[in-house]
């Protein structure tokens, strides 16, 4: 009993290990959709399921799909399971230190973009971050 209550420590270290090094934000520069996702690790024997929220968007995407797509391919490759929350588009000016988040996607719906925003302060710290339900 004691070495599979050690054992299911490890594990659980390894998995929330997993879930740890997924960064919060990967986003480009410029104008581009964007997809707020729900990072999910395995059940652990008391019953949680860590989970946390990550913000990607990217320039070569044409649909919301396609971030999804290969995001959720990746993070299902390290035993992560994903569930989109929704998207919109930011757009992402480094050079006026500026980020508005804005409108929605079609098929996954409107992303919350003050958790967005919420995420995007944790990497872009002296970013005037902005949100509007305008546009899509």
Excluded at 7 to 23: H, I, P, Q, Y
Excluded at 87 to 111: F, H, M, T
């Amino acid at each position: 009993m004691l070495l599979r209550t050690a054992w299911k420590r490890t594990f659980s270290k390894m998995v929330d290990a997993k879930l740890e090094a997924v960064s919060l934000v990967d986003i480009d520069e410029g104008i581009f959709k964007y997809v707020l996702i729900k990072v999910y690790a395995k059940e652990q024997a008391d019953g949680t399921e860590p989970s946390k929220l990550i913000v990607r968007g990217f320039n070569r995407a044409q649909w919301h799909s396609d971030i999804y797509d290969e995001v959720s391919s990746s993070l299902m490759g390290l035993g992560l399971e994903t569930e989109c929350l929704g998207g919109g588009r930011i757009e992402n000016r480094p050079d006026l230190k500026q980020i508005k988040v804005y409108g929605y996607s079609q098929g996954y719906g409107k992303a919350d973009h003050l958790e967005t925003r919420r995420l995007l302060l944790t990497k872009f710290k002296n970013f005037q971050i902005n949100c509007s339900d305008e546009g899509y």
